[in-house]
């Protein structure tokens, strides 16, 4: 069997998105821990100010996402079939986009009844279970090989950097002739 190989552009963006992703999830539960609480917290302090480093990610976040969205509805459409590729583009759209329409300053004065804040609150779920539902469905679909594809450093000839531009261009061609 032919070993996976996936396009440099997507797991750049891929990749580089999937550790920002885990870096938020990771400090919103850390804010969650200390602002909010409700359902449990973390064991131990974890001093700084995490609220202003979770937002710092999530801005940093939301072009990479843009990024690997466009990459997934161009280049990448035909995976768009599985919803266990969907769902993690659609989860991590609904945490930026209400991300940016909440106010710091609500968890930091207690304000945890904020609709805004609790859709915030479901897209963090929803991120947790649609990247295990990702994983799953990649692991089902080529197993080991598939994902090891996702982080091998290996560039084929014809997809290096300067090559993601004609790729683009290829693809951006090939809808005009339609």
């Known amino acids: 069997m032919a070993r996976p190989y996936q396009p440099s552009l997507l797991r750049l963006l891929h990749g580089v998105t999937a550790l920002l992703v885990a870096a938020t999830w990771f400090s919103g539960l850390l804010v969650y821990s200390r602002y909010d609480g409700r359902w449990g917290r973390l064991n131990g302090q974890f001093p700084g100010e995490w609220i202003d480093l979770h ?10 996402a843009l990024l690997l969205g466009l990459y997934a509805f161009t280049l990448g459409r035909r995976q768009l079939s599985r919803i266990s590729n969907v769902l993690p583009l659609a989860a991590l759209a609904l945490a930026i986009g209400s991300g940016k329409l909440m106010q710091e300053d609500w968890l930091r004065n207690g304000d945890l009844h904020h609709s805004v ?5 479901c897209a963090w779920l929803l991120i947790s279970l649609s990247l295990l539902g990702h994983l799953a469905g990649s692991l089902r679909r080529g197993g080991p090989a598939l ?4 982080l091998s450093l290996h560039l084929q000839a014809r997809d290096r950097p300067q090559h993601w531009p004609g790729q683009l261009g290829r693809w951006w061609g090939k809808r005009r002739e339609r």
Do not use: E, F, R
Not at 58 to 63: A, E, M, T, W
Not at 117 to 121: A, D, G, I, Q, T
């Open 55 to 64: 937002g710092t990610a999530g801005v940093i976040l939301l072009p990479l």
């Open 117 to 121: 804040y609790s859709l915030h609150l």
């Open 147 to 150: 994902l090891g594809s996702m």
